[in-house]
């Protein structure tokens, strides 16, 4: 309930685990999913607060406006992909019969989804500039992929002033074309975290 008003009120937020929730609480935009023929797809903004933050429990030597410099110009997105809640498999072995199509599928989710994955505006679409799988050593069921893309328009203006449509167009677990609308609004009211 905290969480809610502190979001309402658009405050800034000096604990974590409170802006964690309020970054994970659908009601507040940030989060969006859905499930096709029993695969969960979940796409998590995480905005620049998040990532210094991040960066800054790794080295606290580093300073905090010098780390937000080096995302300002980037927009991140985290798409988990995994069985939905009333499933039980491993994703990267959905439809694999050797060692070899699991080697592919591995190989295929480490280095080309951002070959699947588009970010538009203002019909404009742009490609990300990196996708990287996150290791999980067979500990999860999903696997998580964050993706990077240039937070600037043929212009060099930020794209970050309209709705913005993550697009994920599956090759490989064969759901189809997924969209995931992410309102202005939604990443406006963000309170900032107070480090």
Known sequence: MTTLFIG?????????????????????????????????????????????????????????????????????????????????????????SSYEEFALRIEEMNFWMKEYVTLSFEGKEITADLAQMESTYGLEKDRKIIFVFQNKDEQGNSILTQDITFTYKDEIFYTGINKFKFSIDDINDLPEFKF
Request: some cysteine; proline content about 3%; hydrophobic content about 35%.
């Open 8 to 96: 309402a009120c658009n405050l800034p937020i000096d604990d974590f685990s409170q802006y964690m929730k309020y970054l994970a609480n659908k009601e507040n935009g940030l989060v969006k999913e859905k499930s096709v023929n029993g695969v969960q797809i979940k796409v998590k903004y995480l905005p620049l607060d998040y990532l210094a933050y991040k960066e800054y429990e790794n080295d606290k030597d580093l300073k905090i406006e010098e780390i937000k410099k080096t995302y300002e110009n980037s927009l991140k997105f985290m798409m988990s992909i995994g069985p939905a809640k009333d499933k039980r498999f491993d994703i990267t072995k959905v439809g694999v």
